[in-house]
């Protein structure tokens, strides 16, 4: 195992997904994490990660200083660097000249760290801070034009440090780096694979389990779907698949989910049609906050009034994914003040989100992954394509993209606006260029004509994007003939739509669902 401190790094666990891609494990931990935790748990390596900070602020992160004497070998990068410096005696300054973005690598002992990175190499910096002064028997491995130390070591005591980025997949030849450290360095194996992933899994489910029930709520995204599949797998039929119907989901969703894992996969499956409870508990609720936490409520309404029905249940499978349990720094911490900074932008609600004082128990078997290991573990035990690349949909489903009242009138509106996108951006052969691709209803009527005919009727948003993870989003550059398309097709198949418009915001400013 590779331990990665994070010290506030948007991309600490981005270091742990590439430590893990070269199949080996990793996990992000907190850089407060004493030396003695740390020795118990006994990582191969540690990596300290960037942040925010300047190692000289006020209240500028620091690890615990005996971290150095474990023995185990440490990379700092950016600010890990930085620390690892100011820690063992040198200086860090405010460099001359900040350096962010590209920069070339220039390589001035290409051993160990830096076998098979090549002279020249493309890396990603980001930095107003540099070493000035490096601490005792370190020497430097690389420099870029701006930068003196870039890469420097203490070869003997396995302590090595980068000022740039080898994470990210602007630097070419970063993985290498990553890959010499992992394996020449602190010579750890390659089991982290999805075969004994799931081999574990099912191991440990069964034994924790044993003659136990356990209940699932199925949503049709990739999450509970792989859950499903696994579990499925590891107790048969002493799991219990629930999927409760909002009746905010896409056209055929429902039939289609219901159709894979009880006729082909043989996964029965709990159908509880809740339609008109939820679309009643919306009524004439324009608010959206107000109708997250209404559909929300309701779903632990029903959630717990079906286990009764079907319990008792002593388990209660949750999809929770590493991101969720990562003990990793608060980024919200103003580094000059230490003070909190927590913006709430919208309640997000899912099958995942119930409340922790249900009676059961939890078994949670992806806890440990990111959300590109649940799709290769999907794939490899055999979910089909259309779940492992289904675009992710809110819990709260077409109800938060129908702005305003949300109505069945409505419903059956967007559910076939949407399925046009759907359709023709899968016959196009592009549904996999796109994070999301979806249409919003809106409240308001606009004037058009057709056949020489007034009409006065809703516009429909259409909304594309591309992401890397949901957070930050880009509007899509989709070709003309593409919107021409879906746009004809809409004012014309869908009744109560006479207007199709193009959202070209990015997240942020705009979030990706409307509401
Ligand atoms: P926003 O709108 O916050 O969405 O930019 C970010 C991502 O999260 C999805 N989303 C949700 N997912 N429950 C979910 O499971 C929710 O309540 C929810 N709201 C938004 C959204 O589709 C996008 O992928």
Request: proline share 5%.
């Amino acid at each position: 195992m590779i331990a990665v401190l994070d010290f506030g790094s948007q991309y600490s666990e981005l270091i742990a997904r590439r430590i893990r891609e070269t199949q080996v494990y990793s996990e992000v931990l907190s850089y407060r994490t004493t030396a003695e935790h740390l020795r118990k748990l006994s990582p191969k390596g540690i990596i300290l990660s960037g942040g925010p900070s300047s190692v000289y602020d006020k209240n500028a992160p620091q690890c615990d200083p005996e971290i150095w004497q474990l023995g185990i070998p440490i990379l700092g990068v950016c600010y890990g660097m930085q620390l690892m410096v100011q820690q063992l005696g040198g200086t860090v300054e405010r460099a001359q000249r900040a350096e962010y973005g590209k920069a070339s690598l220039l390589i001035d002992d290409p051993t160990d760290l830096l076998t098979n990175v090549e002279h020249g190499s493309t890396m990603w910096m980001s930095h107003g801070d540099a070493c000035a002064q490096l601490p005792k028997d370190f020497e430097i491995l690389a420099h870029t034009e701006n930068t003196r130390c870039a890469a420097i070591a203490n070869n003997n005591k396995k302590l090595y440090g980068v000022q740039f980025h080898p994470e990210v997949v602007h630097s070419i030849g970063g993985q290498a780096l990553i890959c010499n450290f992992v394996y020449h360095i602190c010579h750890c194996e390659p089991t982290w694979t999805t075969e004994a992933f799931v081999e574990e899994v099912i191991r440990e489910v069964r034994a924790k389990v044993g003659e136990k029930r356990v209940l699932l709520a199925l949503s049709g995204g990739v999450d509970s779907s792989t859950l499903a599949f696994l579990l499925h797998r590891a107790i048969g039929n002493k799991l219990t698949c629930m999927f409760i119907d909002q009746g905010f989901m896409r056209k055929g969703e429902p039939e289609r989910l219901v159709e894979i894992f009880d006729h082909q996969f043989h996964i029965p499956v709990e159908y509880v049609n809740a339609r008109e409870r939820f679309i009643n508990k919306i009524e004439n609720i324009t608010d959206p906050e107000e109708k997250r936490r209404r559909i929300g409520h309701e779903f632990i309404q029903v959630f717990e009034e079906e286990s009764n029905r079907l319990g008792p249940f002593d388990y209660l499978a949750q999809g929770t994914l590493y991101p969720d349990v990562i003990e990793s720094a608060d980024t919200n911490v103003d580094p000059q003040t230490g003070e909190r900074v927590a913006v709430k932008i919208k309640s997000h609600h899912n099958v995942g989100g119930l409340p922790k004082n249900l009676r059961f128990k939890l078994v949670e078997p992806l806890r440990k992954l990111f959300k590109d290991e649940v799709r290769k573990v999907a794939r490899s035990i055999g979910l089909p394509e259309e779940i492992v690349r289904r675009h992710p949909f809110p819990g709260p489903g077409l109800a938060i993209r129908i702005i305003g009242e949300v109505t069945s009138e409505r419903l059956n509106i967007l559910r076939d606006a949407d399925f046009v996108v759907r359709d023709e951006i899968t016959k196009q052969g592009m549904y996999h260029d796109f994070w999301q691709a979806f249409a919003v209803l809106l409240p308001i009527r606009s004037v058009g004509v057709m056949g020489d005919r007034r009409t006065y009727a809703h516009p429909v948003v259409l909304r594309c994007i591309s992401s890397e993870d949901g957070m930050t989003a880009d509007w899509s550059r989709v070709p003309y003939d593409l919107l021409e398309t879906i746009s004809n097709r809409i004012v014309n198949e869908v009744k109560g739509v006479n207007r199709v418009v193009y959202d070209i915001t990015s997240k942020p400013p705009g979030t990706i669902e409307w509401e």
